[in-house]
């Protein structure tokens, strides 16, 4: 297997938001923290954009593919027998470097990223992931039922008459790949959506009274799909390529958290799985949990990614967001003291991020402290000669005196433009976007661009594999690594030659 290093970014334009391939280096050697680190700094020189960075998202290498690489819900094993997928391998070099029990959490590989004015957050929809493969082997009350919905699945792509049954009575049953759950969640979901007294008919009529589905299967599956189709659909959702995504990570997350709990109270088949993937998420999110003043449990060991939960881009994000904007607090069944502290601290902190911004465009604005916490979002900072500031037409004994007076007058118009533009955008229930509202809302269109344009997922980075894919056939097997590495760059990057 040949090991590369893709670095993406992601930025918006005119509104629209962008994503382009800066690097697709093949890799030699050990894959350590320190090697990556130093590819990253290379690619990020090479561009001059160290100060531009405001989040940088990572996968977990060959971690992750050894953690997902047998994400199979009970009972679809036989599904993918003799099954030759060349997604699903893996070297010997990474089954040596991840024995024992692989957590993409715990892997330290980008630690030094960290210490290195990056913040770094982890990949949303692997997080989902592993909670979902721990809730999978508490889900063994459910394998018999799903296994015969991969039976059915399998024998609908086999059989020629069974799928002209079901395509003459617009019905399909997608197939399931290995390493996407998503898919085989789906495969559930489709064929559970085809009556089950024609579907018990239509296997009677082919001779596969075995697979027919009885009242307890049909209980059994009805339950799995409800408590996982939230963590399938916020899986899908938050992959989006032209749109924000890292808006929808904590509404999602809130919603999930109470769906799970109100779904343990009328459990009857799958209580155990119910159990487990709210133990999961406490772990993993146990970070962003707390903004909601959840209660977690005194003896949770939470996992090491929790804490990057905390980052406040996860709450700011969705009020910029005119989907959610602070309707997904008001809606929520948080405590009314909850929901009011939660969103007078958004605002509160919408409005400082904001006027701060302001400042670093026009420096000539920049006040001393700015009346409040200085709140950290990354990219670059102004730093242009300060004694620019100071130059004035006429010579003044005591200059600072006024030059402080108009600071001072200067933040507080800029602040007062901030509040009128969030007070205004609050009761435009028009779901305009921000983003295609700039003359309206000026100083929230530059914060909004700075922060929508972090995505949720590092699926663009999975994308850039997928088109070095396409380019790798049979055909072509006797490529080296850096003539791949240049065709996938100018593949993804296409459309600026154009």
């Known amino acids: 297997m040949r090991a590369f290093y893709a670095v993406t970014v992601h930025l918006i334009t005119d509104g629209k938001f962008q994503s382009y391939v800066l690097s697709l280096l093949p890799l030699s050697g050990c894959h350590s923290g320190d090697s990556l680190l130093s590819e990253y700094e290379k690619v990020i020189s090479s561009y001059n954009i160290q100060h531009k960075i405001v989040r940088l998202i990572t996968d977990s290498a060959a971690n992750n593919i050894k953690a997902f690489k047998n994400l199979t819900s009970p009972g679809f094993e036989p599904y993918f027998e003799h099954d030759d997928d060349a997604d699903d391998s893996i070297n010997e070099e990474d089954e040596d470097d991840n024995n024992g029990e692989t957590d993409p959490d715990d892997n330290p590989a980008f630690d030094t990223l960290l210490n290195s004015g990056a913040v770094r957050l982890p990949c949303f929809a692997h997080t989902l992931q592993l909670i979902i493969q721990d809730g999978l082997k508490e889900a063994l009350s459910a394998r018999d039922a799903l296994a015969k ?237 300060a004694d620019n500031i100071f130059k004035h037409k006429r010579k003044s004994l005591f200059s600072y005196c006024s030059l402080n007076e108009k600071k001072k007058s200067k933040l507080v118009d800029a602040r007062l433009q901030v509040e009128a533009e969030i007070f205004q955008y609050l009761q435009d229930d028009s779901k305009g976007h921000i983003l295609d509202q700039r003359s309206s809302y000026p100083l929230l269109y530059e914060l909004a661009i700075k922060l929508l344009s972090v995505p949720a997922t590092s699926a663009p980075v999975e994308r850039v594999f997928s088109h070095s894919g396409f380019l790798m056939r049979t055909q072509r097997a006797s490529l080296t690594k850096t003539m791949l590495s240049k065709l996938t760059f100018f593949k993804c990057n296409f459309h600026l030659l154009l």
């Open 149 to 385: 919905i991969a039976r059915i699945a399998k024998y609908s792509h086999q059989s020629t008459k069974f799928a002209e049954i079901l395509q003459d009575n617009k019905y399909s049953i997608p197939r399931a790949v290995k390493s996407r759950w998503n898919s085989q969640y789906d495969t559930v979901s489709k064929t559970m959506q085809i009556p089950l007294k024609m579907l018990n008919q239509y296997l009677r009529d082919l001779k596969q009274d075995f697979l027919c589905i009885t009242q307890k299967d049909e209980a059994v599956l009805k339950e799995f799909l409800s408590l996982m189709c939230l963590l399938a659909e916020a899986t899908s959702r938050t992959q989006s390529q032209n749109g924000p995504s890292i808006s929808m990570a904590a509404p999602s997350i809130i919603v999930i958290y109470f769906d799970l709990k109100n779904e343990l109270k009328n459990c009857v088949y799958t209580s155990s799985l119910c159990k487990r993937l709210i133990q999961s998420l406490i772990e993993r999110f146990g970070g962003m949990l707390e903004y909601f003043d959840i209660q977690l449990p005194t003896n949770l060991k939470k996992k090491e990614m929790s804490d990057l939960y905390k980052d406040k881009i996860f709450l700011l994000t969705p009020f910029l967001d005119a989907n959610f904007k602070l309707n997904w607090i008001s809606s929520s069944i948080l405590s009314d003291a909850v929901k009011t502290r939660l969103c007078e601290n958004i605002k509160k902190m919408i409005c400082e991020l904001a006027v701060q911004l302001h400042q670093e465009h026009n420096p000539s604005t920049t006040n001393e402290k700015g009346g409040g916490d200085k709140i950290d979002i990354g990219g670059e900072k102004n730093i242009d000669d």
